[in-house]
């Protein structure tokens, strides 16, 4: 048997390899374009579109890796960090994951089929693939006549490199074996030679330079069918444990990685089990995939009847059964979609091009009643206009490069002809793929302008540039910086080596409150947030190890700093404050789902523990234990001591729906419960507030909300029904089911979807009435003498292009208009029944002041704020006599109120715990007694506060954190007095006793 590898860009000679091996299935070409439904059923092909991640090591969008499978073509699984170059012809199908792009080769030049700013290229058997972020697929057609899982001769994914330096890895093993041996007929000599070779090729890990791993293990290392055959995938953080990248199987292993492990259950469907044990089963059919069982489900949870042309034509989930039909005419498809309550959608698609012209719904059964949106494109079948129900529109122009230039919407027919156009630029020609599909500059609607600057080599963004606020005014930035930085993880030796090559990322950003770079830039004036992403030589994903907030001079900083654990989940949070007081735990299970968060002691070893938190899930995933409690510290044996205070259960039917929710004590006893029932569409039908504890245990069906349970002590239970159009939209609600006293509130809704009246529970009706853009134009009130809406009693709306309200009529007739800056901040508001009144701001957004331009007197109300966006003073002033005074406040480095000084130079101070429980306050800087001083329990509720004056008040709460007794001590005994409070399953308070 011979070995070989491949990785990024060696090259293996095609001619050592002869005849094919085994054939193996090609993986599904995902489309180019889906239109999937709610249930996953893409309505132009038909095709049932379901997707698993299985797979995660590290954070997704931080540098993490994640593995899962697509199932396309009635049922067949593409893996999901699969790429691919499919060849048809002068067709070039460049697929990575699930999205794929066309291009159409003529003589040495590929264009594509639909421009959106990616290139495609071929060198002899490499392809280069440059997607329109500037990021690069490099694909290789190593073997030709070799059997991979992929299909033969596939054109494979060799890495992916973004403009920021981040690195994914394909790495590939192939094999030689004798497919056909030479029998011999010397018993002394059996190994006759052989008479046929064959070549296989496997990927056996994908690794990035930041120090992650997927590896893939196949159901034999031995060559042949099933030496191609998937076993397993396992994330690897090669920080911690190192695996040769090449290797059949990874030894040595120190912990339990995520991975997902193939198989099959007693009746041959396929199935997948993760690190954790929890199994889903893929229930095979005649045409392919047919149902899936979800972990730890006891039905299935989806199932599918799938046609021979790999059309769903049926599919039954927890909103019950959905059939669709397809009826061709030439190039015209038109699928049918009806759900189990007289839903029903009909989608119109242009086979040519694979996208929906129009779609249309049913809103009401009897009389029929429909609504239809259309869709056009353009000659690169991109989505160039959309039309609503009522016949406003909205039109798409893009660039050369399909870049999105222009959007206009006009307004509705029936009302006017306006336009709202917003629009954005971008380099004239793409020298630089990294940067030419981005914008050098956006217009919003009203005319005002922000511009960009983009890195010309990682593709950051460096500045944000917003439109000045008024002429003249300086215009608000935001600057980004970067910094290479450069993974350490171990290799083959167990050494801490740096990764081969940098990565880009984001390390300060930047706003002045006033002023512009690069004046403003190291003064107080300058917000400035710097992150750290770990230290060289040790274990480092390049995940953010620190953040500081500051000043631009320094002199005002706080850092919070972050540790992570070996699956990159956050593992420990310390910060603001000075020293480890605030420091907060994180614990996950094997599953990575977080399992418990243990925070500061908030007394430092006082009488109080560290409050904490866990949860309890159930095979499915789903959550159904959350507890409060404490622990005595932080280590594993102090979780141990978990000591549960306060606790919330949730349970699930058979489909996975949350159907009670019980609230309870320490003890597990419910003092509340909450139940929901789902209707056949999978709709939530009833709520029901229990009213008898005596009932709780015994609740009727989980379908069976809408039931009152026997009364008790507390009366009926509180049950809301809620019903719904053949569009899924709730029309009416009924309080009360199941009583002699009930209330009926509805609804009923425009073309377009916005709610357009309202009926209240006395027969009172509103309706709402919307401009040309649907922005509420008017809300009439019920007609006060009963029945109908009111013509006359109505609030009226103005707007600009914006959508900035402008104008505004009371009920009474009285008009207000308002202004706004170009940052779209109210900059005055008038009319003839209020005082006029302006506003200013800082370019960080913060209102400065608000005063009266004119009038007797007038007045002004002034803020100032510090660099990490805390008010440190205000003044109000009359500007008429000239008078003014003014409150500061200071804050400690986790933002809490530390002091506050009034104009007479009287202040206070404010003291805290760790776990921000407010703790004293007290007097110009007293440091021997308190004007009042507070105590808490374990779970941060106030239990006493001792005033000055020598009084203290006493609280107590029941099981689930209600008041359920105060007391007030005042010096001496003849006027003490306390209350007790009794509530009843809804939380409401039923009595109350007095006693001094």
């Known amino acids: 048997v011979r070995h070989w590898t491949i990785v990024g860009l ?42 698993e991640t299985e797979v995660v090591i590290g954070q997704p969008g931080a540098g993490g890796l994640s593995h899962g499978r697509i199932y396309l073509n009635g049922g067949s699984a593409r893996e999901a960090r699969l790429g691919t170059v499919t060849v048809s012809g002068s067709t070039y199908v460049v697929s990575i994951g699930g999205e794929s792009e066309v291009f159409i080769k003529s003589g040495s030049t590929f264009t594509p089929q639909s421009q959106q700013g990616s290139t495609f290229s071929q060198s002899g058997t490499a392809y280069t693939f440059t997607s329109a972020s500037g990021a690069v697929a490099h694909f290789f057609n190593y073997w030709p006549n070799v059997a991979t899982p992929y299909g033969t001769g596939a054109i494979l994914l060799g890495d992916y490199r973004t403009p920021d330096g981040e690195i994914q890895t394909y790495n590939y093993k192939g094999e030689n074996y004798c497919r056909l041996p030479i029998l011999s007929e010397d018993p002394d000599n059996p190994d006759g030679g052989c008479q046929q070779y064959a070549s296989e090729a496997r990927l056996q ?8 791993m997927l590896h893939f293990d196949y159901m034999d290392d031995t060559p042949g069918f099933a030496w191609l055959r998937l076993a ?27 991975s997902i492990t193939y198989g099959s259950d007693g009746s041959g469907n396929p199935t997948a089990t993760d690190q954790a044990g929890r199994t889903t089963t893929f229930v095979s059919g005649f045409y ?28 039954t989930d927890a909103s019950g059964t959905w059939n669709y039909a397809y009826a061709d005419v030439g190039t015209t498809r038109t699928t049918t979609a009806t759900g189990p309550l007289g839903e029903a959608m009909t989608v119109v698609s242009d086979l040519t091009i694979g996208r929906a012209t129009s779609v249309t719904q049913t809103t009401s059964a009897s009389p029929p009643v429909t609504r239809t949106w259309t869709y056009h494109y353009d000659g690169q079948r991109r989505l160039d206009q959309i039309t609503n129900p009522e016949g406003d529109y909205t039109v798409l122009a893009y660039d050369a490069r399909g870049n999105l230039t222009s959007t206009v919407a006009h307004e509705k027919p029936s009302i006017g002809s306006g336009t709202i156009t917003t629009s954005a630029t971008y380099p004239s020609t793409c020298s630089n793929p990294v940067t030419c599909n981005k914008p050098t500059s956006t217009t919003d609607a009203r005319g005002n302008v922000t511009d960009y600057v983009w890195n010309g080599t990682h593709g950051g963004l ?36 740096a990764a081969s090559s940098s990565i880009t990322l984001p390390t300060s950003t930047s706003a002045c409150a006033s002023g512009t770079a690069p004046t403003c830039v190291g003064t107080t004036n300058e917000t400035r947030t710097t992150v750290a992403y770990g230290s060289s030589g040790v274990a480092n994903n390049l995940l953010p190890t620190s953040t500081t907030q500051a000043d631009g001079t320094g002199a005002l900083s706080v850092t919070t700093t972050m540790t992570w654990d070996h699956n990159g989940d956050r593992f420990a949070v310390d910060g603001p404050l000075a020293g480890t007081g605030d420091y907060t735990r994180y614990r996950y299970n094997t599953a990575r789902q977080l399992v418990g968060v243990v925070g500061p002691d908030p007394d430092l070893g006082g009488g109080l523990l560290n409050r904490a938190q866990r949860i309890t899930y159930n095979g499915r995933g789903q959550a159904i234990l959350t507890e409060a409690g404490t622990t005595p510290g932080y280590s594993d044996t102090d979780w141990s001591s978990f000591a549960t205070l306060q606790r919330q259960a949730t349970e699930y039917d058979s489909w996975g729906r949350p159907v009670v929710a019980r609230s309870q004590d320490a003890a597990g006893n419910t003092l509340a419960l909450q139940q929901v029932g ?25 379908t069976n909300a809408c039931s009152q349970t026997a009364a008790g002590w507390y009366g009926p ?44 529970g006395n027969g009172g009706q509103s309706t709402y009435v919307y401009d040309g853009f649907d922005r509420l134009g008017q809300l009439h009130y019920p007609n006060p003498t009963g029945g109908g809406v009111s013509s006359t009693d109505f609030e009226w709306y103005g707007y600009d292009a914006a959508s900035n309200v402008t104008f505004y009529q009371n ?65 109000v002033a009359d500007t008429s006599g000239h008078t003014q005074s003014t409150v500061w406040y200071g804050y400690d480095a986790a933002g809490r109120r530390v002091l506050m000084q009034w104009p007479d130079g009287f202040y206070v101070n404010y003291d805290w715990s760790y776990a921000n429980d407010l703790m004293t306050i007290r007097e110009n800087g007293a440091t021997t007694w308190a004007l009042a001083a507070y105590t808490y329990d374990n779970l941060g509720r106030r239990i006493t506060a001792a005033r000055n004056n020598g009084v203290i008040s006493g609280f107590g709460y029941d099981g689930i954190s209600r008041l359920s007794g105060m007391t007030h001590d005042l010096p001496g005994t003849s006027q003490d007095i306390s209350w007790t409070y009794g509530y009843n399953p809804a939380g409401q308070i039923i009595s109350r006793s007095v006693s001094n």
Not at 205 to 212: A, L, V
Request: overall charge negative; glycine content about 10%; hydrophobic content about 35%.
């Open 462 to 497: 460096e500045s944000l540039t917003a439109p000045a606020p008024a002429s003249g005014a300086d215009r608000p930035q935001t600057r980004i910086g970067y910094g290479a930085q450069t993974a350490y993880y171990k290799n083959s030796s167990g050494v801490f080596v």
């Open 288 to 315: 392919g995939l047919s149902g899936i069982q979800f972990p730890g489900s006891s039905v299935t949870d989806i199932s599918v009847t799938v046609n021979s042309a790999s059309q769903t034509t049926s599919l």
């Open 232 to 258: 397993s995938v396992t994330g690897i953080n090669l920080a911690v444990d190192y695996c040769d990248p090449y290797a059949d199987d990874c030894t040595g292993l120190t912990r339990t990685w995520p």
């Open 811 to 875: 009920r009474a007739g009285e008009q207000i208009t308002a202004g706004y800056d170009n940052l779209n901040r109210q900059v005055n508001v008038s009319g003839p029944a209020i005082s006029t009144k302006a506003y200013a701001y800082d370019n960080l957004n913060r209102p400065l002041y608000a005063w009266t331009p004119s009038g007797v007197p007038t007045w002004a109300t002034y803020w100032s704020w510090d660099a990490l966006g805390r008010k440190t003073a205000e003044s």
């Open 10 to 51: 060696i090259v293996v000679l095609a001619g050592l390899f002869g005849a094919t091996g085994r054939a193996q299935a090609q993986q599904p070409v995902p489309p180019e374009h889906y239109t999937l439904d709610s249930h996953g059923v893409d309505l132009v092909s038909g095709q049932f579109v379901h997707s």
């Open 678 to 702: 789902y209707d056949a569409a999978g709709r939530t039908q009833c709520a029901a507030t229990r009213m008898n504890p005596g009932a709780f245990s015994s609740l009727p069906g989980a």
């Open 717 to 760: 239970d509180r049950i809301v029904q809620t019903t719904y159009d053949v569009a899924d939209r709730p029309i009416s609600t009924i309080s009360g089911v199941g009583t002699a006293s009930t209330i009926t509130e509805s609804v009923s809704y425009s073309p377009n979807g916005q709610v357009k009246d309202v009926v209240d």
């Open 205 to 212: 890990s994908i690794t990035n330079n930041r120090g992650y």
